[in-house]
Every structure is written in structure tokens, then in C-alpha cells.
């Protein structure tokens, strides 16, 4: 194949491929440091995002006309300690097709995990950029 083919099926499976990846990301964590940090990481991976600090926020954004494709909530959130898991079932009541990715830094056994909307996926904290980005990634492609 001749250089200047191959070049321009690449530019097209590029532009493709962010087409596709694009989402907006709804995050609630209550440490603003660590929301923040997420904020810029899923940013600058080209997806829109949206952020909340608590649950109240979160649903209140959940009910809007806003698109959002993915939740990525913190489990224990300060006001409500399974603030996450409250949070999850009532947005996938609002929004059927929307992926959850749970996070914490605690520690998650079989009798939590069956808290989990179904289909969710989880990140366990701290993690890395590159963790992050693949859950991310692994989630919206589900």
C-alpha cells in the first residue's frame, strides 16, 4: 500500500476512534483534590466531564437534560457514608443505559461488591493515571 493510503486510513481510524471515545463523565468525589485530579486525567483524554461532591449534587445533575454516558463515584462519600452505592442505583433508575465505575480506597469484599449496580466496574484506590484511564476505557467500551 502506498505511503499516502496508509497515512490517510490512519488519519480516518484516528478520527474514528475519538469519535467513538468520547463521553460525558459525571464524577463525584467529596475530596476536592482527588475530584480534581480525575477532572484533568479524563479531560484531557478527550472526554467532556461533569463533577459533583456529594449526592445531592450528583442527582441533581442526573435529572437535568444534560448527556451523560458514565457515572465514576466515589463508594463513601462524607455525607453519606454508601453515599456511592445510593447513588448508582437511583442514576441507573434515571438513566438506564448509564455505566458505573465505583472507586475507594477501602477495602471491597464479595458482601459489597453485591451492592454493585449490575454491570459496574470498580478502581481501587489510590490509582495510577494509566489505571485510571484503562477503567475508564474498559468501561465505556462495555
Same mark, same amino acid.
Request: hydrophobic share 50%; proline share 2%; no cysteine.
Given at each position: ?12 481510524? &484516528? &478520527? +474514528? ?55 465514576? +463515584? ?17 442514576? &441507573? ?9 465505583? +472507586? ?23 490509582? +495510577? ?6 477503567? &475508564? ?6
Amino acid at each position: 500500500m502506498m505511503p499516502a493510503i496508509r497515512a490517510s486510513i490512519a488519519a480516518i481510524l &484516528v &478520527v +474514528t476512534a475519538e469519535i467513538i471515545a468520547m463521553a460525558v463523565i459525571l464524577i463525584v468525589e467529596d475530596d476536592a483534590f482527588i475530584r480534581g485530579d480525575a477532572e484533568m486525567m479524563i479531560q484531557d483524554w478527550g472526554h467532556d466531564i461533569l463533577s459533583a461532591s456529594d449526592v445531592d449534587e450528583a442527582l441533581s445533575l442526573l435529572r437535568s437534560p444534560q448527556e451523560i454516558d458514565a457515572l465514576f +463515584t466515589d463508594i463513601y462519600l462524607k455525607r453519606a457514608v454508601l453515599g456511592g452505592y445510593e447513588l448508582a442505583h437511583q442514576a &441507573v433508575n434515571l438513566r438506564r443505559n448509564l455505566r458505573v465505575l465505583y +472507586t475507594t480506597g477501602n477495602i471491597i469484599d464479595d458482601k459489597m461488591k453485591a451492592m454493585f449496580v449490575e454491570g459496574a466496574h470498580f478502581l481501587q484506590k489510590p490509582y +495510577t493515571q494509566h489505571q485510571l484511564r484503562h477503567s &475508564v476505557e474498559k468501561l465505556l467500551a462495555a
